[in-house]
């Protein structure tokens, strides 16, 4: 309560209620502690709970993680574990440095706890993410780097855009996650057709062999829109198994505007992407879906209105080996992250005391 009754109040109101201006003060903020190491050392070792587990080869200190979006540029690396995470994802990066779509492009729904954006993958690049992380000490936590497509690129041009970025990219990921699913940049989501992701997802595998050398490979990890209809969703679910995907992460923003609030139309009728508070439901039942439809054949991530201890939990519940969290870190502030930790942890414990009785 003292981050939603204290801090929040102030964060809403930088720069005049501007949702941009405010997450470039907090990043320049989570900057600075990523680069105090002792005091980054203190809060790792005070906010970080165990809870132990290892998803797609990757061995996590918990399953909470952050999602893609807020740190697209890997400058506040340090300062994820701090906030206790147990893993981070950064990006979206694209191959080429562009700086989004015009703004003012993200609006917060209060009431609704909801957030719209159309950012268009505003990143520095590829090969400046690649440099930021050489220099970078040690993350302390697994990190996944979510890779797109730059928007000036045509689709025809894609499967190599994406091959640039895994190459600049591939000696700081422990896992990568393709973007195809972002509403934000035109012509994106086609590329989850299967024709065209199977191409896609064929050549960023045969490229990560490559890389690996004979090392074990990074895991790939595909994102989908929670706007697929079932046989579309479905028909993708068919070829990442097909093409041995490591697993997915359920779901991106979504451009259906259910669970907003009437007072707060304005900001529904914003275009881009909705995360936040009404996709809680919704995302949950795509991950209950993905689990039924492949037998438990594929790891999933959870992502989508986590907001609270519970929802995370019932992410778990629905299929999810993993979580991520961004609105609920906006809206509720760092400590949901332990206590989904500190509520996972409970709810495995049961599990294995009913497991052995």
């Not at 990523?34 to 998803?55: C, D, F, G, M, W």
Request: hydrophobic fraction near 40%.
């Amino acid at each position: 309560m003292l981050y939603q009754n204290l801090a929040r109040p102030v964060l809403f109101r930088v720069g005049r209620g501007d949702a941009e201006r405010a997450h470039d003060a907090t990043m320049r903020w989570l900057t600075r502690l990523s680069e105090q190491r002792q005091v980054r050392n203190a809060l790792i070792k005070l906010n970080r709970l165990s809870a132990p587990v290892t998803v797609c080869g990757i061995p996590f200190p918990n399953p909470i993680g952050l999602a893609a979006g807020l740190d697209k540029n890997g400058v506040a690396v340090g300062a994820w574990p701090a906030l206790g995470f147990g893993f981070a994802e950064i990006g979206t990066v694209t191959a080429q440095a562009q700086p989004g779509n015009p703004k003012p492009r993200m609006f917060r729904a209060k009431q609704s706890q909801a957030i719209v954006n159309r950012m268009g993958f505003n990143n520095e690049g590829a090969q400046a993410l690649a440099a930021r992380l050489q220099a970078s000490p040690a993350v302390d936590c697994p990190l996944g780097i979510s890779i797109g497509k730059s928007k000036a690129v045509p689709l025809e041009g894609a499967i190599d855009d994406y091959l640039t970025s895994l190459r600049f990219l591939y000696p700081f990921a422990d896992y990568f996650a393709v973007n195809v699913s972002s509403p934000n940049t035109p012509g994106l989501r086609q590329l989850q057709d299967a024709g065209a992701l199977r191409a896609l997802l064929d050549a960023l595998h045969a490229e990560g062999r490559r890389l690996a050398a004979g090392r074990p490979v990074r895991p790939i990890l595909v994102k989908i829109a929670p706007d697929l209809t079932e046989p579309a969703l479905a028909q993708l679910l068919e070829v990442c198994l097909d093409t041995g995907v490591a697993g997915v992460i359920a779901t991106n923003t979504t451009l259906g505007r259910d669970g907003i609030v009437p007072a707060e139309d304005a900001v529904a009728a914003e275009p881009g992407g909705m995360s936040g508070r009404p996709l809680t439901a919704f995302s949950r039942e795509i991950v209950r879906f993905v689990e039924r439809e492949t037998g438990g054949r594929l790891p999933i991530i959870g992502s989508g209105g986590i907001m609270t201890p519970d929802d995370a939990q019932a992410m778990f519940d629905a299929g999810a080996s993993l979580v991520q969290i961004y609105s609920g870190l906006i809206y509720n502030g760092p400590g949901v992250v332990r206590a989904s930790a500190r509520r996972y942890r409970r709810s495995a414990s049961r599990h294995r005391s009913t497991s052995h009785a």
